[in-house]
């Protein structure tokens, strides 16, 4: 048996709660009309169109001149303020502890991290859980922080007061230095105060 050219394809079988949900759906959006402040959400999806445009643009160029990904210069960052675990180092980020892992163990690859045992570790032929920055991995933290901040300024220089502040929420995704606040940890675990 053949379709016509001109036979509609089969209707895919809907499962019948499924069905009375997409008729009710259906029903709410035709007894409805816009709004009155239809331009104002139209306005909101644009900005944040525009807001993630400025958000790439600066994520990207911060990572096409560092060489590192946004999740590998978060790591180094949290690293830097005192995590020492990749664990502590997904919570910081907001990765998979798997992720974590292997970015840490990327980053300890290319010489921007290096392993350390805890100081409470009997065991020294154990291998090292512990991570800190190396003098290459500072310099690389220096290094995307001042392009970051070339990378802002010389957008600024662009743009007015509205775009200014999409720049600003963009460049949020980007503060290295949102870390600040961490205590100094010895471990997987926050350290006892």
Do not use: C, W, Y
Not at 47 to 57: I, K, T
Not at 74 to 83: D, K, P
Not at 92 to 100: C, E, K, M, R, W
Request: no cysteine; glycine share 8%; proline share 7%.
């Amino acid at each position: 048996m053949s379709l016509q050219q001109d036979d509609p394809p089969p209707v895919p079988a809907v499962d019948p709660d499924e069905s009375d949900l997409l008729s009710r759906a259906r029903q709410v959006l035709r007894g409805t009309t816009p709004g009155s402040g239809l331009d104002a959400i139209l306005e909101l999806d644009s900005d944040s169109a525009q807001r993630e445009r400025a958000r790439r643009l600066l994520v990207g160029g911060v990572e096409e001149l560092t060489g590192l990904r946004l999740g590998e210069l978060q790591a180094l960052t949290a690293v830097a303020e005192g995590a020492d675990h990749h664990r502590t180092v997904a919570r910081l980020t907001g990765q998979a502890d798997a992720a974590s892992a292997a970015t840490v163990a990327g980053l300890v690859r290319r010489g921007l991290l290096s392993r350390h045992h805890h100081p409470s570790e009997p065991n020294a032929a154990a291998a090292p859980t512990l991570v800190h920055l190396t003098p290459k991995g500072e310099a690389v933290l220096v290094q995307s922080e001042a392009i970051r901040i070339r990378l802002l300024d010389t957008v600024a220089q662009t743009l007015g007061d509205p775009e200014l502040e999409q720049m600003r929420i963009a460049a949020d995704a980007l503060n290295l230095g949102a870390f600040r606040a961490l205590p100094r940890q010895i471990g997987g675990t926050p350290a006892a105060s």
